[in-house]
């Protein structure tokens, strides 16, 4: 591959940063240093810039880059991500929206302690969800780790890791210095930056197969290596049982983990109302449901116009998949438009990464604070939010570093894949507490506590057993085997497992259920009464 992309790949990833750094610069000075200009921005967006900002905080590393990969690798069974992705914001839609908006200050905690005993509560729920985004960071690391190895035309280690190191300083910079607001404004650029790239592209190999879908899902078939097996179920979770179930885990995991994640439900809060809160899951959808589609095209296109062999031989787990086509639907290596193309997707893509993991790292750092700093620590008489927020900025700075750490021990995983498994995490450990909280009457403070707990520990220690971690040649140690759990995702088995345990808890605790406290949560959380 010719390096002449490179230089103008990496002004147009310097040109987004430094606006990027120029919005982060205006807002930090006009903030005012309070918890709710740091945590919710104020609270001043409109349904239309935050429904903006879900998407841009949803379309991640792993859906533009990992997800086409995928597809390109394995076909029918790749579209599953695209299909889960979506589908799971009728649950957010539905189930969980304005009820969080209603109920919840900042955080996942703030809905769950408003009926329980705090302190237990708020470590349980923050703990889980310092949990979910440091999984949905390193997600993100990969992928800047694998861009960048194909940006540079090597796989050079040590490229990789201080481009990791990089995307992490700066992820810092952004939640110490600009919080929520200018995360959101940075969600917002990178959204309008990514659905146009996504719509070049698309664009582009319709154009290459006359608009003729079917020519494109043949070529890709032929291809493929696979034949007709590429355009049906099975190439990836057929065969066996184990496959099978894998494929019904990671399903579930898909589209129940989007309720549970803390980034997206801490966008519910920047709204000023539970109803703006709805518009604006309105406004994501509609961009999400687009980009998912547009990512099958890409997918599909990158199979049939590169090869799955080749797309496989750039990167094992295909996440350079998109950038790869990107050179040749401009002209192929070489060429002034594959050059232009390439550069402008690789610019893209890094955008993407920055954005998502700034949003993030914001509500992981407000976790650590705002749940279990002020839960660990008794409020002194006459203290005020800020030492709050100053310990949320040096969270940041130990969250970027433990998600950089890990990263580096799993660069050659796919990036949707290990999006994956965070979903699976989040379904498991928050939505049963998030869900018990909000819809039953007779949930208490020892159900709520050994819900989290009852769904993290289980889904961590199966992922810890499985082929993920050892015991194949693409796991993080594949050089040592411990592995006893078949299953590469946990969700079939940590999803129930943290509603059961959220059932025992409460049925064998001795504390009476609070009728009072419940019946206030039920009506701010129907009609918006008390509401922050």
Same mark, same amino acid.
């Given at each position: ?300 296109? @990158? %199979? *049939?116009? &590169? #090869?799955?062999? !080749?797309?496989?031989? =750039?990167?094992? +787990?295909?996440?350079?998949? /998109?950038?790869? $086509? ?68 040096? @969270? %940041? *700075?130990? &969250? #970027?570093?433990? !998600?950089?750490?890990? =990263?580096?021990? +799993?660069?050659?995983?796919? /990036?949707?894949? $290990? ?114």
């Amino acid at each position: 591959m010719s390096g002449d992309h490179q230089p103008l790949a990496l002004v147009l990833f310097s040109a987004f940063v430094a606006v990027t750094l120029a919005i982060t610069t205006w807002v930090s000075r006009h903030r005012h240093g309070t918890a709710e200009e740091f945590y919710a921005g104020g609270r001043l967006f409109s349904p239309m810039e935050n429904g903006f900002a879900i998407a841009g905080d949803y379309m991640s590393a792993a859906s533009f880059l990992g997800i086409s990969g995928l597809i390109a690798l394995f076909g029918y069974d790749g579209m599953l991500y695209s299909v889960g992705f979506l589908v799971a914001w009728l649950v957010v839609l539905f189930l969980v929206a304005e009820l969080v908006r209603n109920c919840g200050r900042f955080t996942l905690a703030d809905v769950v302690a408003s009926r329980m005993a705090e302190r237990p509560v708020r470590i349980a729920a923050g703990t889980s969800s310092v949990t979910v985004s440091v999984l949905y960071l390193v997600a993100q690391m990969v992928g800047a780790g694998s861009l960048v190895a194909l940006l540079l035309g090597g796989t050079s280690g040590a490229a990789r890791t201080w481009t990791v190191i990089g995307v992490g300083a700066l992820m810092v910079v952004y939640v110490s210095l600009g919080g929520m607001r200018a995360t959101t404004w940075i969600q917002i650029v990178k959204a309008v930056l990514l659905m146009a790239g996504a719509v070049a592209l698309t664009v582009l190999v319709l154009v290459r197969f006359h608009g003729d879908v079917n020519a494109l899902l043949n070529t890709a078939a032929a291809h493929s290596g696979h034949g007709g097996g590429f355009l049906v179920p099975g190439l990836k979770y057929g065969g066996d049982w184990t496959a099978r179930l894998d494929f019904i885990s990671l399903g579930l995991a898909l589209v129940l983990g989007t309720a549970g994640l803390p980034h997206i439900l801490s966008r519910f809060y920047t709204v000023p109302t539970a109803r703006a809160a709805r518009r604006s899951v309105v406004w994501s959808i509609g961009l999400i449901g687009g980009f998912y589609l547009m990512t099958i095209v890409l997918g599909f296109g @990158a %199979a *049939a116009l &590169i #090869g799955s062999d !080749a797309v496989r031989s =750039s990167n094992a +787990a295909g996440n350079t998949a /998109v950038p790869l $086509l990107a050179l040749e639907l401009g002209g192929g290596a070489g060429s002034t438009g594959g050059t232009i193309l390439f550069a402008v997707v690789a610019a893209i893509a890094f955008a993407t990464i920055l954005a998502v993991v700034a949003g993030i790292t914001l509500a992981s750092s407000a976790s650590v604070a705002h749940d279990l700093y002020a839960s660990l620590r008794r409020r002194r008489p006459g203290s005020t939010p800020r030492g709050e927020v100053a310990v949320a900025r040096i @969270a %940041a *700075a130990g &969250i #970027g570093a433990v !998600a950089i750490a890990l =990263s580096l021990l +799993a660069q050659e995983l796919n /990036v949707a894949f $290990l999006v994956g498994l965070a979903f699976a995490v989040a379904a498991s450990a928050n939505l049963p507490v998030l869900l018990y909280s909000l819809f039953w009457r007779n949930f208490t403070t020892r159900g709520a506590v050994w819900s989290v707990y009852g769904g993290l520990i289980p889904a961590l220690l199966l992922v810890a057993l499985s082929p993920v971690v050892s015991g194949s040649p693409a796991a993080v140690l594949p050089g040592v085997d411990f592995h006893v759990f078949p299953l590469e995702n946990p969700g079939l088995v940590s999803i129930p497992l943290g509603f059961l345990a959220g059932w025992i808890g409460t049925v064998t605790s001795t504390e009476p259920p609070d009728a009072a406290r419940h019946a206030e949560t039920e009506v701010r959380s129907l009609t918006g009464a008390g509401a922050v």
